[in-house]
Nanobody, 123 residues
């Protein structure tokens, strides 16, 4: 399984941004996909995850109501729509894949990672 995140950029507080995670590999549609983010000097933290079918998702408390995760298995892509962005959302965003069922919020539960995409929110 290979993943490639894209869509990051520099935005102002209150703006929106949509990240994409392109998936490749013969079994990618069977993996749950999670978005994590890592700010300078900090750990990689859970943001949101979606199950293999897209029917279930979960979010970190800090992004609930602002971010929405979705996936399109016909295109092998997962999206993270980010609204009402704040400076504290500034980080490198990574997408990861896990074969485990249920809500997976720890980075060690994810087997595959792609390169991150930088999101910078100015105040």
């Amino acid at each position: 399984v290979q993943l490639q995140a894209s869509g990051g950029g520099l935005v102002q507080a209150g703006d929106s941004l949509m990240l994409s995670c392109a998936l490749s590999g013969s079994t990618v549609s069977t993996y749950a996909i999670g978005w994590f983010r890592q700010a300078p000097g900090k750990e990689r933290d859970f943001v949101a995850a979606v199950n293999w079918s897209g029917s279930n998702s979960n979010y970190a408390d800090s992004v609930k109501g602002r971010f929405t995760i979705s996936r399109d298995n016909t295109k092998n892509e997962v999206y993270l729509q980010m609204n009402s962005l704040q400076p504290e959302d500034t980080a490198v965003y990574y997408c990861g894949a896990t074969p485990l069922p249920g809500k997976r919020t720890f980075k060690y539960e994810y087997d595959f990672w792609g390169p991150g995409t930088q999101v910078t929110v100015s105040s």
